[in-house]
């Protein structure tokens, strides 16, 4: 089942609400870079995926070190240059995947604490149905906001949406160049936009994507138990 798909790790983004001088995906989490972390969640479920990791160009050369530095040179990695936004970034990424894979798994690269039941059920899931997108429970009431109004939603309605969000190689990639969406935030949207009917999957609530300071002292806390 792995050997069918290719893990593209989305690692552009420049972190600006984290407030630090580098990127959130390059910090150190407990001795590893997140993006290193990242990885791993991956290789423990298989250690012979096949990596496509989509980054800024200043940061290429940080990255091929970490890998040396952290004993994962060994792997079967390619590195590019991302693009402007995440949509160009992950087109570019699907672009580099090897022909021989006929599946994506597409992860953002601050989520290090995704788990192997997670990634699982993703895999298994794209390759039953053909697609899989992971969720997990809305447990804050939530309210919606119209210009100077706002009302309750049934919040048992809505679900918070994670990644590795999984599809076919090529559907995913002929997605997004014919999309017509302007404002999207993640693969799944884009999917839906062309037509497709998304499946979901179970996620888990540690797969928190680090987006601000209270964010990585969370998964601080959980990656040391």
Not at 45 to 64: A, G, P, Q, R, T
Not at 163 to 184: D, G, K, V
Not at 192 to 198: D, K, P, R
Request: net charge positive.
């Amino acid at each position: 089942m792995n050997s069918k798909f290719c893990i593209l790790i989305v690692a552009g983004g420049s972190g600006s609400r984290m407030k630090t001088d580098i990127p959130k995906q390059f910090l150190n989490l407990n001795g590893e870079p997140v993006i290193i972390r990242t990885m791993r969640a991956f290789l423990n479920v298989d250690s012979n995926f096949e990596f496509v990791i989509s980054v800024h160009e200043n940061y290429k050369s940080w990255l091929y070190d970490a890998l040396r530095n952290h004993q994962l040179s060994h792997i079967k990695i390619h590195i590019i240059t991302g693009g402007a936004s995440r949509a160009e970034s992950v087109i570019r990424g699907l672009k580099a995947v090897p022909e021989t894979y006929t599946h994506v798994a597409i992860h953002d690269a601050a989520r290090p604490m995704v788990s192997a039941a997670t990634i699982t059920r993703c895999l298994t899931t794209c390759l039953k149905l053909g697609n899989a997108v992971p969720c997990i429970e809305v447990a804050d009431s939530l309210r919606k906001i119209n210009n100077n109004a706002n009302s309750s939603v049934n919040r048992n309605e809505y679900k918070r949406i994670q990644t590795p969000q999984c599809f076919s190689r090529t559907e995913i990639l002929n997605a997004y160049h014919i999309t017509t969406l302007t404002q999207f935030t993640d693969d799944a949207t884009v999917f839906e936009n062309a037509g497709h009917f998304i499946y979901l999957v179970e996620g888990n609530v540690e797969n928190l994507k680090i987006t601000t300071p209270i964010d990585f002292k969370l998964i601080e806390l959980l990656q040391r138990g």
